[in-house]
């Protein structure tokens, strides 16, 4: 005998409980998939005896950038405290800062060598 209408669909209702069973198996099988499959590559080990590090991802422009702003900062500490002490302890303090400004026209040149390559790069683009 021949049905006018086709049955109705299946109802993919399940109940709350089953439907966190198998969204929980799921889970569980994609991680042991990805670990297994798609293993994340391990971090490189770090010197045990080295306390700070510098972001790997950071370009080199901004490393120069803060490089000189920190050498000003010394400069200037350096400066002030050479007008609260006296004799060797003065020079010691001008010496610093003498280098620090050094240092510091150093970095600003690179700074300036990096910006120029920049401009030439994307003038010959």
């Not at 297994?36 to 422009?61: G, M, R, W």
Request: with cysteine; aromatic share 4%; net charge negative.
């Amino acid at each position: 005998m021949f049905k006018p209408t086709p049955n109705p669909p299946q109802s993919g209702h399940k109940p709350r409980v089953e439907a966190l069973e198998a969204k929980k198996h799921e889970d569980a099988a994609t991680r042991a998939l990805d670990y297994y499959l798609n293993p994340q590559p391990s971090p490189p080990e770090a010197d045990k005896h080295q306390l700070f590090i510098v972001a790997p991802n950071i370009d080199t422009e901004t490393l120069l950038a803060n490089a000189s702003e920190d050498l000003q900062s010394i400069s200037t500490i350096a400066a002030d405290l050479a007008d609260d002490v006296d004799d060797s302890r003065r020079c010691i303090a001008l010496a610093i800062s003498r280098m620090a400004d050094g240092v510091q026209l150093l970095v600003e040149r690179a700074l300036d060598d990096l910006e120029t390559r920049e401009t030439a790069q994307n003038a010959t683009v």
